[in-house]
């Protein structure tokens, strides 16, 4: 599945998923925009990338500014001429008693979750209207769209726009040949995958926690020109959890 010559942007990725999804796409060969805040780690990114003989630019983003959206678009299009794929991972979480949640808190996590995947996407599919193929753009969700834990009202209200917004947007942007889907990761470990527990494990239908690159996996499916019959799918990624009835005895 090679993406040679194909142009991706990755909200978030200089960390976790993201950084797991923006290494798949370098090893099939695409040049890979990276947009986060974290500087340093964004540049770590691309010297690892670099390293691996791929290709990739990192562009300083903060996803609740539009005019830092319309740069990152603006700035890929000039160094590479246009934009195939868009992966929106960017993404916060605080869990927070709701009695307990300010405003400001609130706002700041549905603008850079949730108000953030409707800019990056319209700002990217200015470009991909004018690619002979059109585009791809793949939306991270949360199996916390579906279910939920306490005091995470903000969060699962974002994911669950997130749902909504990408069957709008594969209607709304179909006519120009992009196509829009979202996945939705369970418990995707991130960092200390070695220091799970077994019963982290043996709880998931599937035996095992997830890890970034089953997320990348899918983004790889998603957004493969041959799998252009796809759009306006929420694909679940989980081992299973959301499936399994669970009761307290």
Same mark, same amino acid.
């Given at each position: 599945?090679?993406?040679?010559?194909?142009?991706?942007?990755?909200?978030?990725?200089?960390?976790?998923?993201?950084?797991?999804?923006?290494?798949?796409?370098?090893?099939?060969?695409?040049?890979?925009?990276?947009?986060?805040?974290?500087?340093?780690?964004?540049?770590?990114?691309?010297?690892?990338?670099?390293?691996?003989?791929?290709?990739?630019?990192?562009?300083?983003?903060?996803?609740?500014?539009?005019?830092?959206? =319309?740069? *990152?678009?603006?700035?890929? /299009? @000039? %160094? !590479?001429?246009?934009? #195939?794929?868009?992966?929106?991972?960017?993404?916060?979480?605080?869990?927070?008693?709701?009695?307990?949640?300010?405003?400001?808190?609130?706002?700041?996590?549905?603008?850079?979750?949730?108000?953030? =995947?409707? *800019?990056?996407?319209?700002? /990217? @599919? %200015? !470009?991909?209207?004018? #690619?002979?193929?059109?585009?791809?753009?793949?939306?991270?969700?949360?199996?916390?769209?579906?279910?939920?834990?306490?005091?995470?009202?903000?969060?699962?209200?974002?994911?669950?726009?997130?749902?909504?917004?990408?069957?709008?947007?594969?209607?709304?942007?179909?006519?120009?040949?992009?196509?829009?889907?979202?996945?939705?990761?369970?418990?995707?470990?991130?960092?200390?995958?070695?220091?799970?527990?077994?019963?982290?494990?043996?709880?998931?239908?599937?035996?095992?926690?997830?890890?970034?690159?089953?997320?990348?996996?899918?983004?790889?499916?998603?957004?493969?020109?041959?799998?252009?019959?796809?759009?306006?799918?929420?694909?679940?990624?989980?081992?299973?959890?959301?499936?399994?009835?669970?009761?307290?005895?």
């Amino acid at each position: 599945m090679s993406f040679q010559d194909q142009v991706v942007i990755v909200t978030g990725a200089a960390n976790g998923i993201g950084k797991g999804v923006a290494l798949a796409y370098a090893e099939k060969g695409a040049k890979v925009v990276l947009a986060d805040m974290d500087e340093e780690k964004g540049a770590q990114l691309v010297q690892e990338i670099t390293n691996k003989q791929g290709t990739a630019l990192f562009v300083q983003t903060d996803v609740r500014k539009e005019e830092d959206i =319309v740069s *990152l678009m603006k700035e890929t /299009a @000039a %160094k !590479y001429g246009k934009i #195939n794929v868009l992966i929106n991972n960017a993404g916060v979480s605080r869990w927070k008693s709701p009695y307990e949640l300010t405003l400001e808190e609130w706002d700041d996590i549905i603008n850079t979750n949730l108000r953030s =995947v409707f *800019l990056a996407s319209r700002e /990217a @599919a %200015k !470009y991909m209207r004018n #690619n002979e193929s059109g585009g791809s753009i793949v939306n991270m969700a949360s199996t916390r769209a579906f279910m939920s834990e306490k005091d995470t009202e903000a969060y699962a209200a974002t994911k669950g726009g997130i749902s909504a917004l990408t069957h709008a947007l594969a209607i709304s942007l179909g006519d120009d040949s992009i196509r829009v889907n979202a996945i939705s990761p369970g418990w995707i470990e991130t960092s200390h995958y070695d220091e799970l527990r077994h019963i982290d494990h043996t709880q998931h239908p599937s035996g095992r926690v997830g890890k970034p690159s089953d997320i990348a996996r899918a983004c790889l499916y998603f957004t493969h020109p041959e799998n252009d019959f796809v759009t306006g799918e929420n694909l679940i990624i989980d081992g299973g959890m959301t499936r399994k009835m669970i009761y307290e005895h």
